[in-house]
């Protein structure tokens, strides 16, 4: 069900992207899946690099996000089908931010709405959106993601 709903959609979710240290893409504990912090990543090439609010707009953080969901989407798929998704839990959006920028709630929209789009009623989830002043890679965002499957 998820699988068409991301074909309706027009989404490809790519495959798992390989960790950049000594960890894995995501955890399945006790019927949860947790996913470690993915970044904008496209075809193995960093989209985003750089600070919102100096090099990006918060309309292309918003984009980078969206990137984002679909990479954690791929590291839950590493380890759990997607149609087993239950209920999205929550999400943590981390946003590189240059000095004064505070529409991080804002980037972190282009996961949340685009979790709602796909997963309906059950993509409503808890989230905090958090400025930092360096992401690894210097990426613009990292998202980190908590599925409860069924």
Do not use: W
């Amino acid at each position: 069900m998820i699988e068409k709903k991301l074909k309706e959609l027009g989404l490809d979710v790519p495959e798992a992207a390989m960790p950049l240290a000594a960890y894995v893409p995501a955890v399945q504990v006790e019927g949860y899946v947790y996913t470690a912090g993915q970044i904008p990543l496209v075809d193995g090439e960093l989209k985003y690099q750089g600070k919102l609010g100096k090099d990006f707009s918060v309309e292309d953080g918003y984009e980078a996000a969206k990137i984002c969901a679909l990479n954690c989407l791929a590291a839950i798929k590493s380890v759990a089908d997607l149609d087993n998704i239950e209920k999205v839990v929550k999400v943590v959006g981390f946003v590189n931010s240059a000095e004064g920028f505070n529409a991080q709630p804002k980037v972190v929209n282009g996961v949340s709405e685009l979790i709602g789009e796909i997963f309906g009623e059950a993509g409503k989830h808890a989230r905090s959106a958090v400025g930092v002043s360096e992401l690894p890679m210097d990426a613009a965002v990292e998202v980190e993601m908590i599925v409860k499957l069924k």
